[in-house]
């Protein structure tokens, strides 16, 4: 059956650095990769989707890669601020009408 | 981005009434919007795929005449909790797609008393 990992369920980090979340599938081919960001009793917001012809995505201080060989998407944050401390989830698809699986999600906090 | 839109975002209700929540996408059209239902500190499920003009796909496990789903229009997607139990408390979120890009309503948070 398709499985979704997200690296921890928990990441904490300094103000300022770096924050990579790492998302792994198994048992399917999707044909793109949605990321979202959800608070406490809140929907999730989305944040970018990437496709399986394209290796890296970016905006503003995010970036996301989808690597299709080792079946992992990788998610950073740069500059971190305590701001983004929130639960990120990833969301492999199929695409068209297939639906979207999510992942356990990561809680990330970022340190003053 | 796109907006979603959910109503009510808080509900309270008996044991044995019926609850609607709708969910409409505001600046875009969506032949297709999905049903979660989440838990504290659980992932989203996913209750049922809700089709405009067609009958809704449930997953696995949810009972489709508990959770009656509408997908009149293109715009607007609503769940009815029928004879609501206690343990139907939770929060439910609905989501529209655009194109590839999937858009989530703020959710509503469920309790039977």
């Known amino acids: 059956s398709q499985k979704i990992e997200q690296n921890s369920e928990a990441l904490n980090i300094q103000e300022g650095k770096t924050a990579t979340l790492t998302c792994n599938y198994t048992?399917?081919?999707?044909?793109?990769l949605q990321w979202y960001r959800q608070d406490p009793g809140r929907g999730p917001v989305f944040l970018l989707l990437i496709r399986e012809n394209e290796k890296e995505k970016r905006k503003e201080r995010l970036k996301v890669t989808f690597d299709t060989t080792l079946k992992q998407s990788l998610f950073h944050i740069t500059a971190s601020q305590p701001a983004d401390s929130a639960t990120y989830l990833c969301a492999p698809s199929g695409g068209g009408y297939q639906k979207v699986t999510f992942g356990t999600g990561t809680k990330l906090q970022v340190i003053p | 981005g796109a907006v979603v839109s959910q109503h009510p975002s808080r509900v309270i209700c008996k044991s044995g009434t019926s609850v609607k929540i709708e969910c409409r996408s505001l600046?875009?059209?969506?032949?297709?919007m999905f049903w979660y239902r989440q838990f504290p500190k659980k992932s989203l499920m996913l209750m049922a795929t809700s089709n405009e003009g067609s009958k809704a796909t449930y997953e696995q496990g949810v009972e489709k005449d508990k959770f009656l789903i509408n997908h009149a229009s293109l715009t607007l997607s609503t769940l009815t909790v029928t004879s609501a139990h206690p343990e139907d408390s939770s929060f439910y979120i609905c989501s529209a797609r655009n194109r590839d890009e999937q858009y989530f309503g703020p959710g509503t948070r469920l309790t039977v008393t």
């Open positions: 048992n399917y081919s999707p044909a793109y």
């Open positions: 600046d875009f059209q969506a032949t297709t």
